[in-house]
């Protein structure tokens, strides 16, 4: 069996493994895949991981995000590979989520630790989100309450730079990488004062059209009031230019996060997925 690095020009070649939403995210700063190739070297399987923490002082860890094989014999060699991958990257810890309980059983045989619990994500309807109208109870915007399409690249970037400079990147390891384009930046909003952004609220549409919001801060004097704000103009502005049957994900990365929709939403529960974690030093 050979292996393969998959990128976007040769990631259609794995269609078969790989969804549209992941293969979307290939070419990002820490992402990685590896792709199994058989004797005629057709396509058997693949791996898709993100590495954490690579840039900071953490130590690095990778998060499974996909492992698809013909059989379980590829799937335990694509495991070999990523493992031998792992060490030029200094990772010390693997982890994934799954609701696939043949790849929970399978990642347990290779060392993986395991359980069921609730899942991080959870899926918000726009019918949801226009119920929330009717709870912010946000009448008309202030001016400085927009999408953040109406933002300069000046803007946007000052910003972002003091974001990570505060330690704040939501779920996005490679924010600092990522242009203002790469959001949905009519239903992204911001809260700009003194032409000086001081919250935002990121989203991103895949492939598959959902929306999966990315990050959602406000380090101003007002930031409790801006925070409700930009995340009413959001809900409104989705509710506004989206269909009834879009999905809206939310991971529940943070304590913060999850108090806030434990909050605003009747019933915020995730999926029963398995978890696991497996040690790489």
């Given at each position: 069996?050979?292996?393969t ?52 002082e ?22 070999d590979?990523?493992k ?7 990772v ?66 000052s ?15 490679d924010?600092s990488?990522?242009p ?5 930046t009519?239903?992204s909003?911001?809260?700009?004062v ?13 492939p ?37 049957g ?13 108090k ?14 398995y978890c ?6």
């Amino acid at each position: 069996m050979k292996f393969t690095e998959i990128t976007s020009e040769n990631v259609e070649e794995f269609s078969a493994y790989i969804d549209a939403d992941t293969a979307d995210d290939l070419d990002r700063t820490f992402f990685r895949s590896i792709g199994a190739l058989g004797d005629d070297d057709a396509p058997v399987g693949a791996i898709v991981y993100e590495l954490k923490n690579s840039e900071n002082e953490d130590d690095t860890k990778s998060r499974i995000i996909l492992l698809e094989g013909i059989d379980d014999e590829v799937t335990e060699q694509l495991l070999d590979e990523y493992k031998k991958e792992l060490s030029e990257d200094e990772v010390t810890e693997s982890y994934y989520e799954t609701s696939n309980e043949t790849l929970y059983k399978l990642l347990s045989d290779n060392g993986f630790s395991g359980e069921q619990e609730e899942g991080e994500e959870i899926s918000v309807s726009v019918e949801d989100l226009r119920k929330l109208n009717g709870v912010f109870k946000v009448k008309s915007f202030p001016e400085y309450i927009k999408s953040i399409s109406e933002l300069s690249t000046l803007q946007y970037r000052s910003f972002i730079k003091n974001c990570l400079f505060r330690g704040k990147y939501g779920i996005l390891e490679d924010l600092s990488y990522l242009p203002k384009s790469w959001f949905e930046t009519e239903v992204s909003s911001c809260a700009v004062v003194d032409d000086t952004v001081q919250g935002i609220l990121l989203i991103r549409k895949n492939p598959s059209g959902k929306l999966i919001a990315q990050l959602y801060v406000d380090i101003g004097p007002d930031s409790r009031r801006n925070l409700l704000l930009i995340l009413a103009y959001s809900c409104r502005k989705i509710t506004e230019l989206y269909p009834e049957g879009t999905e809206v994900i939310v991971r529940r990365h943070s304590d913060a996060v999850r108090k806030l929709t434990d909050k605003l939403l009747s019933d915020p529960k995730g999926d029963k997925v398995y978890c696991g974690t497996r040690s790489e030093e």
